[in-house]
């Protein structure tokens, strides 16, 4: 796990305009990666390994886009967008976990559930607000999605707890 950043403001320098956090993804490159995903057996494509994973989860932990977007396609025709793996995670909650801010939006487009929780309650933004990713909450605002931003986890905590016990810990580090 990282730790938090130590201040839940995103540097301007880093973020430029969100126009250009959120990249468009090369037609090219998509096609190539649908091809692919498609030439999948749907056993196989479907398939959780011991840890609950399925190869959605893999790329969105790795960031791939392309690949995960056209894995993502994949699932949501077979109505396994929401799938978990072994924490309870989805797709979307890994893809924020590893602070990928351009897939988190792609998924939400596509119809993620943006108040999906995992085994500890965690919704996307507690998850975001934990790991100090603004670049995750900004995709989740460009969304245009409604987000429960007072869910609370099962310890009781909102996102701005996360947020707040988190910066603590990391100016105590």
Same mark, same amino acid.
């Given at each position: 796990? @990282? ?9 301007? *320098?880093? /973020? ?6 959120? #990249? $468009? ?12 995903? @498609?030439?999948?057996?749907? %056993? ?13 989860? *893999?790329?969105? %932990?790795?960031? *791939?886009?392309?690949?995960? @977007?056209? %894995? ?5 025709? +077979? ?10 995670? =989805?797709?979307? /909650?890994?893809?924020? =976990?590893? &602070?990928?801010?351009? /897939? $988190? ?6 119809? !993620?559930?943006?108040?999906? !929780?995992?085994?500890? #309650? ?12 603004? &670049?995750?909450?900004?995709?989740? *605002?460009?969304?245009? $999605? @409604? ?14 707890? +996360? %947020? ?10």
């Amino acid at each position: 796990m @990282q730790p938090a950043r130590s201040t839940p403001y995103p540097d301007p *320098l880093e /973020l430029g305009s969100f126009g250009d956090l959120v #990249g $468009v993804l090369d037609p090219g490159e998509l096609a190539r990666a649908r091809a692919e995903i @498609q030439s999948m057996d749907p %056993a196989r494509l479907l398939h959780q390994d011991e840890d609950g994973d399925t190869i959605l989860h *893999l790329l969105a %932990a790795r960031g *791939l886009r392309h690949f995960a @977007q056209a %894995a993502a396609e994949a699932f949501k025709e +077979c109505g396994r967008l929401e799938i978990k793996e072994h924490k309870g995670k =989805t797709p979307l /909650l890994v893809a924020a =976990t590893a &602070n990928q801010a351009e /897939l $988190v939006r792609d998924l939400l487009v596509l119809g !993620a559930d943006v108040d999906a !929780a995992d085994h500890k #309650g965690q919704t996307l933004l507690h998850l975001a607000a934990t790991y100090g990713f603004p &670049n995750v909450l900004m995709a989740v *605002l460009a969304s245009g $999605v @409604q987000v429960e931003v007072e869910a609370r986890n099962f310890e009781g905590q909102t996102p701005l707890h +996360c %947020a707040v016990i988190s910066h603590n810990k990391a100016l105590r580090a």
